[in-house]
């Protein structure tokens, strides 16, 4: 099922136009929850309330208010906002191309896909091309809902991609975090933890791996209630406690040689079982089973 796209403008720089079509690069699955009355088991309604004045507020009576000191506030009407807006456009202007590592991607807020639209499949591969090649990103900004945005552009696989960043100001310092005091590490030590990391080290990041074990116990917990069965929990693991890095550091590496060793006999034995027992053709015109469960909750 080919992507539905959510927007659609045009990259431009200096004399070139690139029509372009945008997709959402990802969602959050994360476990929802609907607010209930606990003693009937239905939704609750939320009220906006005023403490000073003791009234329940309608949304039309409603004005958006700027704090600029505290407890004092400018107010501004819908019509006033409206006029500070952006000029409405769908064209993304590249200001101009960097080098991929002069960006700090402690900026990046959200992610979007772009693709070539009507006309635009040429110009869309060229530029990505050559951004690849040059090993280059492109900078520049976009207005969406009425602010101007600062994006960038890199190549993604086989086309390219749209980060929307933060500004400079919006990114907290580093220099005001206490990194703690500094230490002067034995050879031994640093020995220890570069075998540590090695032995942890894979060629490559595979976010398959990794699921939302979260929202897999509550979806678990759900279906249980569901069918009126008695709540089961995993018991929580005792956490360990590190008295001494170094002997920390021997004992992590001991453990994850043992795990390495028990993967390597694993799969030498189904080597073996697969050498052994000829793998089985199925019949004709049979069909594979396949059991899908998907379950979404709604905020409420």
């Not at 602010?147 to 990114?171: C, F, N, S, T, W």
């Not at 894979?202 to 209630?225: G, H, I, P």
């Not at 360990?240 to 550091?249: K, P, S, T």
């Amino acid at each position: 099922m080919a992507a539905r796209a959510i927007s659609s403008g045009t990259i431009s720089f200096g004399l070139v136009s690139i029509p372009i079509k945008l997709f959402t690069a990802a969602s959050s699955q994360s476990v929802s929850f609907n607010m209930l009355h606990g003693e009937c088991g239905n939704r609750i309604k939320q009220q906006l309330y005023c403490p000073t004045c003791d009234v329940v507020v309608e949304r039309k009576d409603l004005v958006k208010g700027y704090e600029y000191t505290k407890g004092q506030f400018v107010q501004f009407t819908d019509e006033e906002l409206k006029k500070l807006e952006a000029e409405r456009s769908s064209t993304l202007e590249i200001v101009e191309f960097v080098p991929l590592e002069t960006v700090d991607f402690i900026q990046v807020e959200k992610s979007y896909y772009l693709g070539p639209d009507k006309g635009g499949d040429k110009a869309y591969k060229l530029l990505a091309e050559a951004m690849r090649r040059k090993e280059r990103v492109a900078v520049g900004s976009w207005s969406a809902r009425g602010k101007e945005q600062l994006v960038m552009i890199r190549p993604y696989q086989d086309g390219l991609i749209l980060h929307q960043l933060y500004y400079a100001g919006e990114v907290r310092a580093y220099d005001d975090v206490d990194k703690g005091a500094t230490f002067n590490f034995s050879d031994a030590e640093q020995d220890l933890a570069d075998k540590l990391l090695d032995q942890l080290t894979v060629d490559e990041f595979d976010s398959e791996k990794f699921k939302d074990a979260y929202a897999t116990r509550v979806l678990e917990v759900v279906d249980q209630k569901v069918a009126g069965q008695e709540i089961t929990l995993a018991p929580e693991q005792p956490k360990a406690q590190i008295i001494d890095l170094f002997e920390a550091l021997k004992k992590s590496l001991a453990q994850g040689g043992d795990s390495a060793d028990e993967a390597k006999e694993s799969k030498k034995a189904e080597g073996k079982k697969a050498k052994a027992k000829p793998v089985k053709k199925a019949e004709p015109g049979a069909k594979k089973e396949t059991k899908t469960r998907a379950k979404k909750t709604s905020t409420g």
